[in-house]
């Protein structure tokens, strides 16, 4: 097992994690104001899950630029990743949260004027030996195109919530950096690496977030 490479290549979806984040870039341990009393919300509950999980715009293609009749370099364009998520039964008063839909106390939701919040996805996946594949990213918005509905014939028609979500850069300093010091919006974890360590993962990606059995410090926001 020690000697075997590690892969490229993915199966199934493990499960997707959640958490809000406030402006400092730190997760919200709050059952009301956050995803849960400890920030964190794995969205794997009776008949809840990911469908799929879709990511683009990880890496752009290069720019070819000329002279002397030769390429001479390439230029890239900025990562712009956006996550297509198809959820199954998930909570809804959770994913109003991320989308930034209020309660009017009276059994309605709107979409509030003010900023989207801030959230981080984790997304995991299996080799096909078992291992973990993490796709994280730490800071972007949720957002819900469309509702798609039709009528029931002799055969039910459902429709699972679809999501966008739209990375942005980290907002706490530090959090995915690259060899030079430039912060990026994705970051990929894979538990087959010698080096993985999960609670420093989930502590970079949910803004502080502890594991439990972890070091004690909290850096959550706990309101």
């Known amino acids: 097992m020690a000697n075997e490479p590690m892969g490229v290549s993915f199966q199934d979806i493990a499960w997707v994690e959640f958490a809000m984040l406030n402006d400092a870039g730190l997760i919200i341990a709050d059952k009301e104001k956050g995803l849960s ?4 919300y794995h969205a794997d509950g009776d008949g809840e899950g990911a469908t799929t999980a879709n990511i683009t715009g990880l890496e752009e293609k290069g720019t070819p630029q000329y002279a002397n009749g030769k390429v001479k370099r390439m230029t890239h364009g900025a ?3 956006s996550l297509a998520l198809t959820m ?17 106390g009276k059994g309605g939701t ?8 801030h959230v981080a996805v984790m997304v995991a996946s299996k080799d096909f030996a078992g291992n973990l594949y993490y796709d994280c990213f730490a800071n972007g918005e949720m ?20 999501f966008e979500y739209d990375v942005v850069d980290p907002i706490r ?12 919006p994705y970051k990929s974890y894979y538990s087959r690496d010698p080096e993985f360590d999960e609670a420093a993962m989930y502590e970079e990606v949910f803004g502080g977030y502890k594991l439990p059995g972890s070091d004690e410090g909290d850096d959550s926001e706990n309101l």
């Open 88 to 104: 199954l039964d998930m909570d809804a008063f959770v994913m109003n949260k991320m989308k930034g839909y209020v309660s009017d």
């Open 173 to 184: 300093d530090g959090i995915f950096e690259d060899d030079k010091g430039v912060q990026r």
């Open 37 to 40: 009393e400890d920030g964190l």
């Open 79 to 81: 990562q712009t990743p």
């Open 143 to 162: 957002i819900e195109p469309a509702h798609n509905h039709g009528t029931n014939t002799k055969s039910e028609v459902d429709y699972n919530g679809a």
């Open 110 to 117: 709107v979409l509030s004027s003010g900023k989207k919040p």
